[in-house]
């Protein structure tokens, strides 16, 4: 149930590494050791704008973006599956009005000036969460960007736009107790393989790699039931500052574990 392993063509290279520290970052990484799908909990906008003395966040949400098209192309360059993007949660709704509304104004202007690099990089869009939350432009939009880029083949960037695990994991519950009551599905029938299907898009396959800017060690209601075996790396770095180095550097310390997955791991 995965995509992926039979990619049909490969991303293009982008851009070279453009640093020495690039350079010496992706030497060091293990290409037939990539995670296949990364998750990012993009945190730390605010804390970026109040560092540069802007008294507005949305300075630092705007910077973000600049963050996300740099975490793209490096997921696109190394060929990973899926890049899963945390950008705004249910809990975020309870922000003020001016930042949401913000918020939403760059989603979707990222939708719109993101479209030719999608198309340029074979990137497929699509979304977790609950769209209906969304205002219609912006639920249009992302409507819009899902259908031009569905025939895409190369990385699938996967954004959590109103998305709370809570509330996936309850949908799904929802679902499962309603085919049970049509007789679709017998409750002894419903495994975790099987409920695993109902969230959302699980043809992406669970996270391999989890990681979180901005240092804060918590998951804030992030994919509960798809990391149950993903790797966690915390950086404390902003994420507006997040560039190609901070992503090997993530490669990398992954690179460093060492996944049991219960079992005893090699001798
Ligand atoms: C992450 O940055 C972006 C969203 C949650 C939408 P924050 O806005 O949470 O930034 P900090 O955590 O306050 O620094
Ligand atoms: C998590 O960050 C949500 C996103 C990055 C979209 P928050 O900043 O909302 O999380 P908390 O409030 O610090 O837990
Ligand atoms: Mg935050």
């Known amino acids: 149930m995965s995509v992926g392993n039979e990619r049909r063509r490969l991303a293009p290279i982008l851009r070279p ?60 360059e190394l060929r990973l599956t899926a890049l899963t993007l945390y950008a705004f949660s249910k809990e975020n709704w309870s922000r003020p009005q001016s930042e949401v509304n913000a918020l939403m104004d760059l989603l979707d202007e990222y939708l719109v000036k993101e479209l030719p690099e999608m198309r340029e990089n074979d990137i497929r869009l699509v979304a977790s969460g609950d769209p209906g939350d969304l205002r219609d432009k912006t639920r249009r939009k992302l409507e819009e960007t899902i259908a031009a880029t569905a025939g895409h083949g190369g990385l699938v960037v996967n954004l959590a736009i109103s998305y709370g695990a809570r509330a996936e994991i309850t949908h799904a519950a929802r679902r499962a107790m309603e085919m049970a009551r049509s007789g679709e599905l017998a409750p002894e029938e419903l495994t975790p393989e099987v409920f695993g299907q109902m969230l959302h898009h699980p043809e992406l396959g669970d996270p391999d790699l989890l990681v979180r800017t901005s240092g804060e060690l918590r998951v804030s209601n992030f994919l509960l039931w798809q990391i149950a075996y993903s790797e966690f790396v915390v950086m404390d770095v902003l994420w507006p500052d997040f560039r190609r180095a901070d992503f090997y550097r993530a490669l990398l310390e992954f690179q460093r574990r060492d996944r049991r997955f219960g079992g005893v791991g090699p001798a």
Request: aromatic residues 6%; positive net charge.
């Open 17 to 76: 590494p453009a640093t020495a520290e690039e350079e010496e970052l992706f030497a060091a990484l293990d290409l037939s050791r990539l995670p296949r799908h990364v998750a990012v909990i993009m945190d730390g906008n605010g804390r970026w704008a109040k560092q540069r003395g802007y008294a507005a966040r949305i300075f630092g949400h705007r910077a973000g973006t600049d963050a996300v098209r740099a975490a793209t192309r490096t997921a696109a």
